[in-house]
């Protein structure tokens, strides 16, 4: 049974910096397309970015283009999200997740981890 796991959630200032993790067990990073989600309160659950599972193409919302990165560790079979230069607006549990195939539905993605909370202050 997969198990995902997200860690590196916290309080920071607009303009900094966290790296969210996502340890994998029960299934191979490498083997699906690995995303992040984000939901803020009385919002929906939205797409942040994924990574392809063979040729590693990563896909962003246009809101964190150029500011976040998604990677992962193979050896590791962890899953990363760099967040750079970050705004209030990014406040949100963050959410990992695995799927068959890369797309940016929440439906499509089959396993979850239980989120990691982001709060950016002004």
């Known amino acids: 049974q997969a198990h995902l796991v997200e860690s590196g959630g916290g309080l920071v200032q607009a303009g900094g910096s966290l790296r969210l993790s996502c340890a994998a067990s029960?299934?191979?990073?490498?083997?699906?397309?690995m995303a992040w989600f984000r939901q803020a309160p009385g919002k929906e659950r939205a797409f942040v970015a994924s990574?392809?599972?063979?040729?590693?193409?990563?896909d962003y919302a246009d809101s964190v283009k150029g500011r976040f990165a998604i990677s992962r560790d193979n050896a590791k079979n962890t899953l990363y999200l760099q967040m750079n230069s970050l705004k209030p607006d990014d406040t949100a549990v963050y959410y990992c997740?695995?799927?068959?195939?890369?797309?940016?539905?929440?439906?499509?993605?089959?396993?979850w981890g239980q989120g990691t909370q982001v709060t950016v202050s002004s």
């Open positions: 997740a695995a799927g068959r195939r890369p797309s940016t539905i929440p439906s499509d993605f089959g396993s």
């Open positions: 029960g299934l191979t990073v490498s083997s699906y397309a």
């Open positions: 990574i392809h599972w063979v040729f590693e193409d990563t």
